[in-house]
């Protein structure tokens, strides 16, 4: 049976809109997806999945922090975005 975190959502408002940062436990593996929409070109979706769950809860405690998701996101885009 799948257990619900109490923290399952994070939600950042930035100047280009906002990102939304989800977790989903799963049987064997934690899912933390960043979902960010692009401006002109739509919804991006970052997905990593995570085996150890004590790593996912480090993980998704950091991304509380606005400036850990802005790097992430930047990073994996290759740009300045947010």
Do not use: C
């Amino acid at each position: 049976m799948k257990k619900q975190n109490k923290d399952f959502a994070i939600i950042h408002n930035t100047p280009k809109g906002q990102v939304l940062i989800t977790r989903e436990p799963e049987d064997e593996h934690e899912i933390i997806t960043i979902w960010v929409r692009l401006e002109d070109i739509g919804m991006a979706k970052f997905k990593m999945t995570i085996k150890d769950e004590d790593l996912a809860d480090r993980a998704f405690e950091k991304y509380k922090d606005y400036e850990v998701t802005k790097t992430a996101i930047n990073s994996v885009l290759n740009q300045e975005y947010l």
